[in-house]
């Protein structure tokens, strides 16, 4: 099993900054197969970027994902309010496994 | 528009069983599998496996065998998960899943459901 693990546990930031999040994979995930996603409390998560670079329909430019092998990062142009919230990795180019999750919290 | 709608909050006892269902409507519902997804209070996503819409074939992830069902009635477009004898540990939200497309990530998901288990 290919295991995420995200840094930081929880990133402290005020609106206006900018939000670099990290995944670490346990061994090489495929670009292809490695993608982002939004959850704040009480909603389902929701896909920002997909092929490790690629956003999803509808998503802000702000957000943008980079990365390969076994290093994949999510950054956050300029924080909006509304993008305080819980953030996670899922590769599936193995079976499918979700990181552990980072909290982006109000500074 | 492609939606995933999944019944309300459960509060079962321990031993009990819980079949949840989600509901798809906006695109041909054999043509993608559906996911589930746990989320326990307070705790981060697990991918349980997911089911073949067509053919009806299940896979389950390790941890998510024997006691959890995954089925779906095609003609109410309509997938299920069932668990049974619950535990507490068993107390989450549970969340289905679509990909937009063959082995993508997760583009469409149900609002997920709550699951409670206590005596």
């Known amino acids: 099993e290919i295991v995420l693990t995200q840094s930081p546990g929880t990133l402290s930031l005020s609106p206006g900054e900018r939000a670099t999040l990290s995944c670490r994979a346990s061994?090489?995930?495929?670009?292809?197969?490695l993608g982002w996603y939004q959850q704040k409390l009480g909603q389902a998560p929701r896909l920002l970027i997909y092929?490790?670079?690629n956003r999803a329909t509808g998503i802000p430019d702000r957000f943008s994902g980079s990365g390969s092998g076994t290093d994949f990062t999510l950054t956050i142009g300029r924080l909006e309010p509304e993008d305080f919230a819980v953030y996670y990795c899922?590769?599936?180019?193995?079976?499918?496994?979700f990181g552990q999750g980072t909290k982006l919290e109000i500074k | 528009q492609v939606q995933l709608v999944q019944s309300g909050s459960e509060l079962k006892k321990p031993g009990a069983s819980v079949k949840v269902s989600c509901k798809a409507t906006?695109?041909?519902?054999?043509?993608?599998?559906i996911n589930w997804v746990r989320q326990a209070p307070g705790q981060g996503l697990e991918w349980m496996g997911w089911?073949?819409?067509?053919?009806?074939?299940?896979s389950y992830v390790q941890g998510f065998t024997g006691r959890f069902v995954f089925s779906v009635d095609t003609s109410v477009t309509t997938a299920y998960l069932q668990i049974n004898s619950l535990k507490p540990e068993d107390t989450a939200v549970y969340y289905c899943?679509?990909?937009?497309?063959?082995?993508?990530?997760?583009?469409?998901w149900g609002q997920g459901t709550l699951v409670t288990v206590s005596s």
């Open positions: 092929g490790a670079s």
């Open positions: 899922q590769q599936h180019g193995s079976s499918r496994t």
């Open positions: 899943a679509r990909t937009l497309g063959p082995d993508q990530d997760f583009q469409y």
């Open positions: 061994q090489s995930v495929s670009s292809s197969y």
């Open positions: 089911i073949n819409t067509n053919t009806g074939n299940p």
């Open positions: 906006g695109y041909i519902f054999t043509t993608y599998g």
